[in-house]
């Protein structure tokens, strides 16, 4: 046993100088065939995302931030090369802690590897350094919700009234976002209903030039609410009057004009099919004893059944303009040439023998002034007349526009004619027949 010690004592102590120079020489044989193998290598990795972080430091000062300019990081990373080439961006993480912004809104930026075993055979060469951000204040405004309709319902149907569960919602963001929101609305599309349109539906932004305008950094208050859009069915109808009574003596209605004949009412289904024409009672429209023009109105909704109601608010209110005017009388003289008889007995003639005669005709001033006497015609009817002077009736020929107030009577001499001198007219007239065929 102490041989083989004294042995091993030999052979470690002797030549002591000469093993250490081998021992290093080997290692320096290894270092070598390492570095041979697997050199050191460089490599750049770039688009590596930046995650801000604590940005409570802004938000608890009711600020917000934006990344101005690039949102990834550059770095170089050195190493052996069997580690280096599989080094993606992946593999690394950047975070900008917002805590830490300078006063022109620099934040550093801090890249590491996420392999904690890589640490120490990796050295990371930043290129980027910090990023840019732009700071503003946040605040909270309210805006009103419109509903934005698009689209016709089927023929025969129409938009009706229009409810939005939450007429107002309040958006928080950065001031510059919310300036840029011009309208806040819901869009429904009613395209070939036949019944209400009820839903939720999403809330969307507008911008001014009618653009839909979306932001992550804005919060609203509510993201939907809820819609009823009514679709009513549509009729034509038509309204129905009398006047009552006449004007007082010596006046005339002249002119009746009337807002509308015919309306479009509109209501639900089930009320509108069985709605009929408007007949708006005469006692409405009392013209008795009246002296001047007058204006009747009656409001057309009080004559629809609940439920149905007038599309067209101007048309609601149904207007009858009475025009009423003096009547004017004026007395005129018959020109004798005009007069025409009729039933002279066989055998007689007829001679006017009243000069002047004299009518009194009521009418319109403005009748009057276009009315000539002398292209009145009128007719005296000698049915049974007698021979001999007498007074017969005289019928004057006048249009609606006028009327006689007076009996016009005249005298009228009924003779015989002799034979010879009736024979004599017979052949006359027949020769003036034959001439005319």
């Keep these: 046993m102490k041989k083989i010690v004294r042995t091993l004592k030999r052979i470690l102590t002797e030549n002591l100088l000469l093993k250490l120079c081998a021992l290093i020489f080997a290692f320096l044989v290894w270092l070598s065939v390492v570095n041979v193998n697997d050199p050191e290598v460089t490599k750049t990795i770039s688009n590596i995302p930046i995650k801000m972080t604590e940005e409570e430091a802004l938000t608890d000062q ?201 309306i479009v009412v509109w209501g639900k289904k089930e009320y509108v099919e069985k709605c009929e024409n408007i007949n708006i009672p005469s006692d409405r429209f009392v013209v008795t004893g009246k002296i001047k023009s007058v204006t009747f109105t009656e409001d057309l909704n009080l004559y629809l059944p609940n439920g149905v109601s007038v599309v067209n608010s101007a048309d609601r209110n149904f207007v009858v303009q009475v025009n009423i005017e003096k009547l004017v009388e004026k007395k005129y003289e018959l020109n004798r040439e005009n007069v025409t008889y009729t039933n002279i007995p066989t055998g007689h003639e007829a001679i006017l023998l009243t000069q002047k005669i004299n009518v009194y005709i009521t009418a319109l001033q403005a009748s009057h002034d276009v009315f000539d006497i002398n292209k009145v015609k009128f007719i005296i009817d000698l049915s049974n007349a007698k021979e001999g002077t007498n007074s017969y009736a005289v019928n004057v020929l006048l249009d609606d526009n006028y009327e006689v107030t007076n009996d016009v009577t005249v005298k009228v001499k009924i003779s015989k004619v002799d034979d010879d001198e009736t024979e004599s007219k017979s052949e006359t007239e027949s020769e003036s027949e034959t001439e005319s065929k």
Aim: with cysteine; charged share 25%; glycine share 4%.
């Design 62 to 262: 009711k600020m917000v931030y934006s990344l101005v300019g690039n949102d990834s990081a550059q770095i170089s990373v050195t190493g052996k090369r069997s580690i280096i080439s599989k080094l993606t961006k992946n593999d690394f993480v950047a975070r900008a802690p917002l805590s830490e912004m300078s006063k022109v809104n620099a934040v550093p930026v801090y890249v590491e590897i996420k392999n904690v075993s890589y640490q120490n055979y990796v050295t990371i060469n930043q290129k980027t350094k910090s990023v840019k951000v732009s700071v503003e204040n946040v605040e909270t405004k309210q805006y009103a919700v419109d509903i934005n309709i698009s689209g016709q319902p089927f023929d025969g149907y129409a938009v009706g009234e229009s409810f939005v569960g939450r007429n107002e919602i309040d958006i928080t963001g950065p001031v510059s976002k919310l300036n840029l929101i011009n309208k806040v609305c819901v869009n429904v599309d009613v395209s070939d209903a036949t019944e209400d349109v009820e839903d939720r539906f999403d809330i969307s932004l507008y911008k001014a030039d009618g653009t839909i305008f979306d932001d992550p950094q804005l919060r609203f208050s509510a993201k939907k609410t809820k819609v009823k859009v009514e679709i009513l069915m549509k009729k034509r109808i038509l309204v129905n009057y009398e006047l009552k009574g006449e004007p007082e003596e010596g006046y005339k209605i002249t002119d009746v004009q009337t807002s509308v004949n015919e």
